[in-house]
């Protein structure tokens, strides 16, 4: 099963919004709604933000919001502020009874 | 508060064993499946294993199927996770993950994350 694949950095300024991607197949992220994203400050345990595409844990900002269209998903932060800057990485269900993960976007805020 | 907490982490020859432990507090680790999730350096994250709350079924990347075992101490509130024939693509930091749900499947998400533990499998 091959890695999701989501573009290495993307960069923003604080109060932009800004929207990761996540690219897999029919039989990944096209097939099925088990989709999440995860926050990632190196050194520290990730965290969930989004799971099932677009639902938010409790205590998630709603400043984080998540969709699906065919084979790719998103992440989109709104207001985007200096804590942000992490490394973010889509996670979903596959085909082959998996769960596989992106590469991961290291997000700037500049 | 749930917390856990990786350890076993270490330096081991290639064609070696390991044993990953996972211990948690705040939760009872019987009612919730639970994952092992690796990241190797500069890479990011690849899922390794689940097993069902009450450890009856477990799942297996590819990658590590057939060397790789998860269990769970029944009496306590440890996960390990046991790694033999060891490659030094196993090279990696290696999390513990609580299951959003009890069923524990591949189809889940991962709510709680450990810290991780770092492998090394050199010569």
């Known amino acids: 099963q091959s890695a999701l694949t989501q573009p290495a950095s993307v960069s923003g300024s604080p109060g932009q919004s800004i929207t990761l991607s996540c690219t897999g197949t029919?039989?990944?992220?096209?097939?099925?709604?088990?989709v999440s994203w995860y926050q990632h400050h190196p050194g520290k345990a990730p965290k969930l933000i989004i799971y099932?595409?677009?639902n938010r844990p409790s205590g998630i900002s709603n400043r984080f919001s998540g969709s699906k269209s065919g084979n790719t998903a998103s992440l989109t932060i709104s207001g985007l502020q200096t804590e942000d800057e992490a490394d973010y990485y889509c996670?979903?269900?596959?085909?082959?009874?998996?769960?596989?993960f992106g590469g991961g976007t290291k997000l700037t805020v500049l | 508060q749930v917390q856990l907490v990786e350890s076993g982490g270490g330096v081991v020859q290639p064609g070696r064993s390991l044993r990953l432990s996972c211990a948690a507090s705040?939760?009872?680790?019987?009612?919730?499946?639970m994952h092992w999730v690796r990241q190797a350096p500069g890479k990011g994250l690849e899922w390794v294993s689940v097993?069902?709350?009450?450890?009856?079924?477990?799942y297996y990347a590819d990658s590590v199927k057939g060397r790789f075992t998860i269990s769970r101490d029944k009496a306590g509130n440890t996960l390990y996770l046991q790694m033999n024939s060891l490659r030094a693509e196993d090279t990696a930091v290696y999390y513990c993950?609580?299951?959003?749900?009890?069923?524990?499947?591949?189809?889940?998400?991962?709510?709680?994350w450990g810290q991780g533990t770092l492998v090394t499998v050199s010569s």
């Open positions: 993950a609580r299951d959003m749900r009890p069923y524990g499947d591949p189809r889940d998400y991962l709510d709680h």
């Open positions: 705040g939760f009872t680790l019987s009612s919730y499946g």
């Open positions: 097993i069902r709350y009450d450890g009856s079924k477990s």
């Open positions: 029919s039989s990944d992220i096209g097939g099925y709604n088990q």
């Open positions: 099932e595409v677009g």
């Open positions: 996670g979903s269900y596959t085909s082959g009874n998996t769960l596989v």
